[in-house]
């Protein structure tokens, strides 16, 4: 059963970079899949970030590219987010997740999430 | 872009009844369409993708329909498991989710 655990800092200040990792187990990043950032607004509701696959090829919100970056590392079986420039409309829990290819990227299995609050 | 409007935003109802979320899109869309379930404080889980299959484990209860603009997921006998926040996505080349349906105990 794959299993996946974000980590990073719950507390960001203004204009600081976000910075989460997403740690894979019970199953090898490298195996095929997708893997993506969703967060989760207390008032706007999920929203898709990007994904990454295992060989490093991004696609992301194209609101967000400029200050988006996503990263893999294959040897720790993690993937990364780094997220520049907050603001307090970044506040979210942000979700890492598994997908798969059907018509289109679906996610089958989450992270249980992290609460990140930009603020001073 | 695409937008997915979900109906209703609220559903009340009771252990054993047919339930019905409806999700509409502002364009027509393939069958790249996902419903997802997701309990207070845990993340969504999937329960339906490609509009109409059912995802490894989930209780056949559930099931997906629809094509063009409208989908439905419909729950056949609601179990107290069931009661939950549902969402629907699109997932082609981008993702969009519908804004949630609150299923409450009536």
């Known amino acids: 059963q794959v299993q996946l655990q974000e980590s990073g800092p719950g507390l960001v200040k203004p204009s600081q970079t976000l910075s989460l990792t997403c740690s894979v187990s019970?199953?090898?990043?490298?195996?095929?899949?997708?893997w993506s950032w969703i967060r989760q607004h207390p008032e706007r509701g999920l929203e898709w970030i990007g994904y990454?696959?295992?060989?490093?090829?991004?696609y992301s919100d194209p609101s967000l590219n400029r200050r988006l970056t996503m990263s893999i590392d294959t040897s720790k079986n993690q993937f990364s987010l780094k997220l520049s420039s907050v603001t307090a409309a970044d506040t979210a829990v942000y979700y890492c997740?598994?997908?798969?290819?059907?018509?289109?990227?679906?996610?089958?299995?989450w992270g249980p999430g992290n609460l990140v609050t930009v603020s001073s | 872009d695409i937008q997915m409007t979900q109906s209703p935003s609220t559903l009340s109802a009771s252990v054993g009844d047919r339930v019905t979320i409806t999700c509409r899109a502002s364009?027509?869309?393939?069958?790249?369409l996902a419903w997802y379930q997701q309990k207070p404080g845990k993340a969504p889980k999937l329960l339906i993708y490609g509009a109409s299959t059912l995802h490894s484990g989930v209780p056949s209860r559930f099931s997906g329909s629809g094509s063009g603009t409208e989908f439905t997921l419909t729950i056949s006998s609601l179990q107290p498991d069931d009661f939950a926040v549902y969402y629907c996505?699109?997932?082609?080349?981008?993702?969009?989710f519908g804004q949630g349906t609150k299923v409450e105990i009536k």
């Open positions: 997740a598994r997908l798969f290819d059907h018509g289109g990227k679906v996610a089958d299995y």
């Open positions: 019970g199953g090898s990043i490298s195996s095929g899949y997708y």
């Open positions: 996505q699109y997932y082609f080349t981008y993702w969009t």
């Open positions: 990454i696959s295992y060989s490093g090829s991004t």
């Open positions: 364009q027509t869309i393939s069958m790249s």
